[in-house]
């Protein structure tokens, strides 16, 4: 098992004309996902590389299964995509795009949860469950399958932490970036509890950043909730306060989203900070031991 | 994106909520004129985005208009956490009876907006908040429904004492909704809300945040914009679509990523070295901004060598490796350069760096430690 996606996941590509959405897609195909079908308005009727192009989330969906939709329209249309496959009725919706507008992104949110969708981002790089499916940019050479789990706020640098699991040889259940927006689909919590509830996940790395305090709420989780190790990273440790390091959520401000906070909650909730991404495996290896 | 107190405040006058009349010059001589136009008992206030200008004298109050135009003067010479005071904003000097807070912003927890009010206005918001958190009241506000008046109104009765200064704060309340849902801000403070001399409430402050991620949508907003907001490099690179940041060091760094770029400082710092920069080239595949990216790192004269971090997902290593060889032809890069490359495209992305004479690494690490060794 994996949590959200595996071998059965049937994925639709919106946005699937784009210089990403296309280059993307056919690198998942490449990495074994299943995509059904993908949708760029007025383009409907057309195909790439042999998969189906509709103009609408609503109209693919009369002809395939979907269970999953990943987004690559530019951050003007980002809201309305996500909104069109709630409104489908997708289950699971990832959205790619960066530089999505933040205070539209807050109502989407409410909106996708009304509708009983799961959303992952935006500003997010996807997720993988390594030799089952892809969803999103994830250079899937760098995974292996296996048991540890990875979320994180990051997408690079989740790679980075992926990297170094696979050269150690601590293959993955499934590697998620959640995204560095403020208002991001799913956050710590509802992943941690995921991989806490599945059988094929032995232990889990949380990737933090500067900025907010979900990796304070995170730990708390962990602590009161989690019985799988997990071990952590958090980025920023020298970024000047108040200036915002790239992502929308990365700031220190008034105070919150201090590494220093973020380094004693995890460690107050007995979850090892590594200071560099590679010393990871050794601080899950030793917990799992 | 922020903008100064006096360009918030019209903001605020536009959408109907109650501010002094205000008058901004650049010239201590203007500053005469405009207090004899308020009055003659003024307050000249420095204009800077950055806080605290109260403690580093940047607020004085001047009773004519001889002495607006020396405090004035005294102002424009100020330098304020590193930024030099332009603009100067006279305002009549008010008689303030009592001050309190408001300001509206998003709550990432909770996934709402947040209506944050006191009594104690005119302090440190931060400070109070850790100190006395019972005397601030939070009040969540839904960015679909808007401002729920019945479940408003019992905590700015509570706060503003009266049914009448209540109501007048409820319609602020509903005018900063509509200014925050409008333009796309991320926050809107008044501090201090104030009961001035006709005994009713008015913004004698303003701090105005718009999302970045949202200004292709509001020409109006981004007129606004303060030149000085950005360093010029970093006005360079936004024009560009790269995330930079200067910071002291002397190690330039271009990542792509945010959390990658800024774990890749994190590890400067954790083998002695400094990074001279933060930059994120970005999650698309554009070879020309590596070009900028490289001219604005090689453009400051303190760094002494370049790390170049690149673990392609949508961003593509070739890319990159074009990008970096278009650039070593436009511009002449004397420092030395640490490239690791790994990810998306890699193969093709050494091939093309290897040929031209690079040293490609692909551990972070050994990276690292090879720019610090050499800077």
Same mark, same amino acid.
């Given at each position: 098992?994996?949590?959200?996606?595996?071998?059965?996941?049937?994925?639709?590509?919106?946005?699937?004309?784009?210089?990403?959405?296309?280059?993307?897609?056919?690198?998942?195909?490449?990495?074994?996902?299943?995509?059904?079908?993908?949708?760029?308005?007025?383009?409907?009727?057309?195909?790439?590389?042999?998969?189906?192009?509709?103009?609408?989330?609503?109209?693919?969906?009369?002809?395939?299964?979907?269970?999953?939709?990943?987004?690559?329209?530019?951050?003007?249309?980002?809201?309305?995509?996500?909104?069109? !496959?709630?409104? !489908?009725?997708?289950?699971?919706?990832?959205?790619?795009?960066?530089?999505?507008?933040?205070?539209?992104?807050?109502?989407?949110?409410?909106?996708?949860?009304?509708?009983?969708?799961?959303?992952?981002?935006?500003?997010?790089?996807?997720?993988?469950?390594?030799?089952?499916?892809?969803?999103?940019?994830?250079?899937?050479?760098?995974?292996?399958?296996?048991?540890?789990?990875?979320?994180?706020?990051?997408?690079?640098?989740?790679?980075?932490?992926?990297?170094?699991?696979?050269?150690?040889?601590?293959?993955?259940?499934?590697?998620?970036?959640?995204?560095?927006?403020?208002?991001?689909?799913?956050?710590?919590?509802?992943?941690?509890?995921?991989?806490?509830?599945?059988?094929?996940?032995?232990?889990?790395?949380?990737?933090?950043?500067?900025?907010?305090?979900?990796?304070?709420? !995170?730990?708390?989780?962990?602590?009161?909730?989690?019985?799988?190790?997990?071990?952590?990273?958090?980025?920023?440790?020298?970024?000047?306060?108040?200036?915002?390091?790239?992502?929308?959520?990365?700031?220190?401000?008034?105070?919150?989203?201090?590494?220093?906070?973020?380094?004693? !909650?995890?460690?107050?909730?007995?979850?090892?900070?590594?200071?560099?991404?590679?010393?990871?495996?050794?601080?899950?290896?030793?917990?799992?031991? | 994106?922020?903008?100064?107190?006096?360009?918030?405040?019209?903001?605020?006058?536009?959408?109907?909520?109650?501010?002094?009349?205000?008058?901004?010059?650049?010239?201590?001589?203007?500053?005469?004129?405009?207090?004899?136009?308020?009055?003659?008992?003024?307050?000249?206030?420095?204009?800077?985005?950055?806080?605290?200008?109260?403690?580093?004298?940047?607020?004085?109050?001047?009773?004519?208009?001889?002495?607006?135009?020396?405090?004035?003067?005294?102002?424009?010479?100020?330098?304020?956490?590193?930024?030099?005071?332009?603009?100067?904003?006279?305002?009549?000097?008010?008689?303030?009876?009592?001050?309190?807070?408001?300001?509206?912003?998003?709550?990432?927890?909770?996934?709402?907006?947040?209506?944050?009010?006191?009594?104690?206005?005119?302090?440190?918001?931060?400070?109070?908040?850790?100190?006395?958190?019972?005397?601030?009241?939070?009040?969540?506000?839904?960015?679909?429904?808007?401002?729920?008046?019945?479940?408003?109104?019992?905590?700015?009765?509570?706060?503003?004492?009266?049914?009448?200064?209540?109501?007048?704060?409820?319609?602020?309340?509903?005018?900063?909704? $509509?200014?925050?849902?409008?333009?796309?801000?991320?926050?809107?403070?008044?501090?201090?809300?104030?009961?001035?001399?006709?005994?009713?409430?008015?913004?004698?402050?303003?701090?105005?945040?718009?999302?970045?991620?949202?200004?292709?949508?509001?020409?109006?907003?981004? $007129?606004?914009?303060?030149?000085?907001?950005?360093?010029?490099?970093?006005?360079?690179?936004?024009?560009?679509?790269?995330?930079?940041?200067?910071?002291?060091?002397?190690?330039?760094?271009?990542?792509?990523?945010?959390?990658?770029?800024?774990?890749?400082?994190?590890?400067?710092?954790?083998?002695?070295?400094?990074?001279?920069?933060?930059?994120?080239?970005?999650?698309?595949?554009?070879?020309?901004?590596?070009?900028?990216?490289?001219?604005?790192?090689?453009?400051?004269?303190?760094?002494?060598?370049?790390?170049?971090?690149?673990?392609?997902?949508?961003?593509?290593?070739?890319?990159?490796?074009?990008?970096?060889?278009?650039?070593?032809?436009?511009?002449?890069?004397?420092?030395?350069?640490?490239?690791?490359?790994?990810?998306?495209?890699?193969?093709?992305?050494?091939?093309?760096?290897?040929?031209?004479?690079?040293?490609?690494?692909?551990?972070?690490?050994?990276?690292?430690?090879?720019?610090?060794?050499?800077?």
């Amino acid at each position: 098992m994996s949590i959200l996606i595996d071998e059965n996941t049937h994925v639709l590509v919106q946005g699937i004309t784009g210089r990403d959405g296309s280059f993307h897609t056919r690198q998942m195909v490449a990495d074994g996902t299943k995509i059904v079908a993908g949708v760029t308005p007025k383009k409907g009727g057309q195909d790439l590389d042999g998969i189906p192009i509709y103009n609408s989330v609503a109209e693919s969906m009369q002809k395939h299964k979907v269970d999953a939709t990943v987004i690559f329209v530019p951050p003007p249309f980002a809201n309305a995509a996500v909104r069109e !496959a709630a409104d !489908a009725g997708v289950p699971l919706i990832v959205c790619i795009t960066e530089h999505v507008p933040v205070n539209e992104m807050l109502s989407t949110y409410h909106y996708v949860k009304s509708k009983g969708s799961r959303m992952i981002g935006p500003n997010c790089p996807g997720l993988i469950s390594p030799g089952k499916s892809k969803i999103g940019i994830m250079p899937a050479r760098i995974t292996r399958p296996g048991s540890i789990g990875v979320i994180s706020r990051s997408g690079t640098l989740t790679y980075e932490v992926v990297y170094a699991l696979s050269e150690e040889g601590m293959g993955q259940s499934t590697c998620i970036g959640i995204g560095g927006d403020p208002i991001v689909g799913s956050g710590y919590i509802d992943l941690l509890e995921l991989f806490e509830n599945d059988p094929e996940t032995s232990a889990v790395v949380v990737i933090g950043e500067i900025g907010g305090e979900d990796e304070e709420a !995170a730990a708390d989780y962990i602590k009161n909730s989690m019985t799988k190790p997990v071990a952590a990273f958090i980025s920023g440790r020298t970024a000047p306060p108040g200036r915002r390091m790239g992502h929308a959520g990365a700031i220190i401000s008034g105070g919150k989203g201090t590494p220093e906070a973020k380094v004693k !909650a995890f460690q107050d909730a007995g979850v090892p900070v590594a200071d560099k991404p590679d010393e990871i495996p050794a601080l899950l290896r030793a917990r799992l031991s | 994106m922020n903008v100064q107190e006096y360009q918030g405040k019209e903001l605020f006058k536009s959408y109907g909520i109650p501010v002094q009349d205000q008058i901004v010059v650049t010239r201590a001589a203007d500053a005469r004129e405009a207090a004899e136009k308020l009055g003659g008992f003024v307050v000249v206030k420095a204009q800077v985005l950055v806080g605290g200008r109260g403690k580093a004298g940047g607020v004085k109050l001047a009773k004519t208009p001889e002495e607006a135009e020396q405090r004035a003067s005294d102002i424009l010479k100020l330098t304020i956490k590193g930024i030099p005071v332009e603009k100067v904003l006279i305002v009549p000097a008010a008689e303030i009876r009592k001050e309190y807070y408001l300001s509206l912003t998003m709550d990432r927890t909770s996934k709402s907006l947040i209506l944050i009010v006191s009594a104690e206005g005119g302090v440190d918001i931060e400070e109070l908040a850790v100190n006395e958190p019972e005397k601030i009241k939070r009040i969540p506000i839904s960015i679909d429904t808007g401002v729920d008046t019945a479940t408003i109104m019992p905590h700015l009765k509570e706060v503003f004492g009266t049914d009448e200064l209540a109501a007048e704060a409820l319609d602020t309340v509903q005018k900063l909704f $509509k200014l925050y849902t409008e333009k796309d801000c991320s926050l809107l403070e008044i501090n201090p809300y104030a009961i001035v001399d006709d005994g009713h409430l008015m913004a004698l402050d303003s701090k105005v945040n718009f999302d970045d991620n949202a200004l292709f949508k509001h020409d109006d907003i981004q $007129k606004m914009k303060n030149p000085e907001e950005d360093s010029a490099d970093e006005a360079v690179a936004k024009e560009a679509g790269l995330s930079f940041v200067s910071m002291d060091g002397d190690i330039g760094c271009m990542v792509n990523g945010a959390g990658l770029a800024m774990a890749t400082m994190d590890i400067i710092k954790l083998y002695g070295g400094e990074p001279a920069n933060f930059l994120d080239v970005g999650g698309s595949s554009n070879p020309d901004k590596v070009v900028t990216a490289m001219q604005i790192i090689t453009g400051n004269p303190k760094v002494k060598s370049i790390l170049i971090n690149i673990f392609g997902g949508i961003t593509r290593c070739d890319d990159i490796a074009n990008g970096l060889l278009t650039a070593m032809k436009r511009i002449d890069i004397q420092v030395p350069m640490v490239v690791r490359l790994i990810g998306t495209n890699e193969v093709e992305g050494r091939k093309i760096l290897t040929d031209a004479g690079f040293e490609v690494a692909s551990g972070l690490s050994e990276a690292v430690e090879k720019v610090v060794k050499i800077a």
